[in-house]
Each structure stands twice: as structure tokens, then as C-alpha cells.
T-cell receptor
Framework: QKEVEQNSGPLSVPEGAIASLNCTYS??????FFWYRQYSGKSPELIMS????GDKEDGRFTAQLNKASQYVSLLIRDSQPSDSATYLC???????????????FGAGTQVVVTP | GAVVSQHPSRVICKSGTSVKIECRSL??????MFWYRQFPKQSLMLMAT?????????EQGVEKDKFLINHASLTLSTLTVTSAHPEDSSFYIC??????????????FGPGTRLTVL
């Protein structure tokens, strides 16, 4: 079982709709969770971080964390063609196994927003 | 914000030569930086963790003598690909950990270096 799992997609979303991305992780003691966006040929760009159960909103993005169920999700409201990219879920596992802040990355979900 | 730069952005070299890539944190100090490699349409692969003032920690399967890492200051880490071969052609990306926002830190990525070995 991979430590961080995402559906690879592509997830096709009509412009203006909500894109919903899911991510599950295996380490129940994980503490920190991040969503990165990666355009083709570019490096990842941080979108959001979330540390506590519940929702966190930033503009059109909402991250949701449920530690009991070991999943974290990302919602993109009012999707735009410029949101077409691969979205990477990253998890920092429990303290003690790694003191340097190493992240476990999912393989990414490709999102395609269609006009 | 947290800005990380990489240089060069693109390099083409002949087989057998060595290539050095620099990663700099521009507006924060980073005791820890990470080096990743990404092949086309594949996931990020962590190569090594670079810690200021100490030896890098390499992931399993990554040859430390081939990929030399030096983290000589709080804002600079370098990756040298020694005796590069065509199979080393890839997109190399560094990230730096910013501890200002949380105790765990947040990783910010550089723009990446595309290496092509002929």
C-alpha cells in the first residue's frame, strides 16, 4: 500500500463547476498536509496547508481534513481553464520517524477544466 | 512569501561531464533542503535531504557518489551530477523548508533544472 494515494485522473471539470480531489494516507500519526499544483513542465507550487480536522478556505480553494478517516481533500470552486494542472497531495508523517520534514507525495491527480 | 531559486534552469551537456545545480532560498534561511527528480509524466522522486553543515541523507537507490550534495550555507545547497549519462536526463527540482510558518515547516519548490545529457 502506498503511503499517499490519489486518483490519477484525468478529472474533467466544466468551467465554473467545482473540482473535488481526494487523497488518502496510511500513517495515522501524520501531522501536516499540503496541496501543491504542478503545471506541465513546471515545478510544484504550494496551494494550501492544513493541520487540523475540518475545513480551511483560501480564495476558491478549500482543503478538508479528516484524520479519523485518514483523508484530505481539495475543492476548487468556480473552476477556470487556468486550474488545469496536476494536483499533488503531500503528507508529513509522524514526528520521530523523520526530523527533517520529509514529505510523502501522492502521484497526483490531473485536472482538466473544459470551457 | 518564500522564494526559492534554481540555477541553471536548463542545461545540455555531453556524456561524461559533471553538472552543478544551485538551489537558493532568497528570503528565508533553510537549514533543510530537498532534491527531487522527475521523469516525464511520472511522480516526484525524492533523491536526498540536504542539511546545512552536515552530510546529506540519500534515499534508497540513489548513488551518493554520483549525486554530490553540498549545503554550505543557510541559503544555498548544490547538487552535482558527476559523470552524467543520458539516463540522468531529467527534471531536477529542489525545495527548501521554511520554518517561519510552523514548527513542522513548509516546503517551497524552486523552478527546477532540466538536464539533458547527450
Amino acid at each position: 500500500q502506498k503511503e499517499v494515494e490519489q486518483n490519477s485522473g484525468p478529472l474533467s471539470v466544466p468551467e465554473g463547476a467545482i473540482a473535488s480531489l481526494n487523497c488518502t494516507y496510511s500513517d495515522r500519526g501524520s501531522q501536516s498536509f499540503f496541496w501543491y499544483r504542478q503545471y506541465s513542465g513546471k515545478s510544484p507550487e504550494l496551494i494550501m496547508s492544513i493541520y487540523s480536522n475540518g475545513d480551511k478556505e483560501d480564495g476558491r480553494f478549500t482543503a478538508q481534513l479528516n484524520k479519523a478517516s485518514q483523508y484530505v481533500s481539495l475543492l476548487i470552486r468556480d473552476s477556470q481553464p487556468s486550474d488545469s494542472a496536476t494536483y499533488l497531495c503531500a503528507v508529513k508523517s509522524r514526528r520521530g520517524t523523520d526530523s527533517w520534514g520529509k514529505l510523502q507525495f501522492g502521484a497526483g491527480t490531473q485536472v482538466v477544466v473544459t470551457p | 512569501g518564500a522564494v526559492v531559486s534554481q540555477h541553471p534552469s536548463r542545461v545540455i551537456c555531453k556524456s561524461g561531464t559533471s553538472v552543478k545545480i544551485e538551489c537558493r532560498s532568497l528570503d528565508f534561511q533553510a537549514t533543510t533542503m530537498f532534491w527531487y527528480r522527475q521523469f516525464p509524466k511520472q511522480s516526484l522522486m525524492l533523491m536526498a535531504t540536504s542539511n546545512e553543515g552536515s552530510k546529506a541523507t540519500y534515499e534508497q537507490g540513489v548513488e551518493k557518489d554520483k549525486f554530490l550534495i553540498n549545503h554550505a550555507s543557510l541559503t544555498l545547497s548544490t547538487l552535482t551530477v558527476t559523470s552524467a549519462h543520458p539516463e540522468d536526463s531529467s527534471f531536477y527540482i529542489c525545495s527548501a523548508r521554511d520554518l517561519r510558518t510552523s514548527g513542522v515547516g513548509t516546503q517551497y519548490f524552486g523552478p527546477g533544472t532540466r538536464l539533458t545529457v547527450l
